[in-house]
């Protein structure tokens, strides 16, 4: 139980394009997930919160136009970057929390997507 | 000072050694604690979680909570060569369900 999938796992495009990454709660359902990037040899970074039928609130520093997050459903959550550049360049992981689990938390992970900007 | 404190490491054991991974942190009113191991270009994995002070037991690890000293660890007992990898400690707080991650501790266990 508890699955996160995530897709593409990697993707490669060129500068000024969108790429749109899709994560998906297999086996439960999700108010709440949450959209991080990760740098090499660094640690998680949260971009955003995303809610089902709300806007997603950003982190600090993190640009809502440019990371376009929708969460239309209890088990889909995308993350568009839109107009991508080489610097976008990252590992963009997501992660739910189980509406089951009550105040327990815990997040599961996805397994990341890979973005190349060339 | 840091939300979540952890010694980057790396912290280097023989195998079928005890592993013993440490993390801090500051806020006095985080209530829910986790350990993620992350291997190389992958994501996080969830370990263990514990809510409570005390030691909490899942097959080779254990994780232990002292919230008076704002102190949470990670045993990993009979290590083994494939528990190589970044341990990194999460802690959430009452005001909000956003997870507070350390920078993670590198573990090598050596044969």
């Known amino acids: 139980g508890a699955v996160v999938s995530q897709h593409p796992s990697w993707v490669i495009c060129k500068s000024g394009t969108s790429v749109k990454i899709e994560c998906r709660s297999l086996d439960f359902q999700a108010t709440t997930m949450f959209w991080y990037r990760q740098f090499p040899k660094q640690s998680l970074m949260l971009m955003a919160t995303s809610n089902e039928g709300s806007k997603a609130t950003y982190e600090q520093g993190v640009e809502k136009d440019k990371f376009l997050i929708n969460h239309a459903s209890l088990t889909l959550s995308t993350l568009t970057v839109t107009s991508a550049h080489p610097e976008d360049s990252s590992f963009y992981i997501c992660s739910a929390d189980n509406d089951r689990e009550g105040v327990t938390d815990t997040q599961y992970f996805g397994p990341g997507t890979r973005l190349t900007v060339l | 000072q840091k939300e979540v404190e952890q010694n980057s490491g790396p912290l280097s054991v023989p195998e079928g050694a005890i592993a013993s991974l440490n993390c801090t942190y500051s806020?006095?009113?985080?209530?829910?604690f986790f350990w993620y191991r992350q291997y190389s270009g992958k994501s996080p994995e969830l370990i263990m979680s514990i809510y409570s002070n005390g030691d909490k037991e899942d097959g080779r690890f254990t994780a232990q909570l002292n919230k008076a000293s704002q102190y949470v660890s990670l045993l990993i007992r009979d290590s083994q060569p494939s528990d190589s990898a970044t341990y990194l400690c999460?802690?959430?707080?009452?005001?909000?369900?956003?997870?507070?991650f350390g920078t993670g501790t590198r573990l090598q266990v050596f044969p």
């Open positions: 806020d006095r009113v985080s209530q829910s």
């Open positions: 999460a802690v959430t707080t009452r005001n909000t369900d956003k997870l507070i």
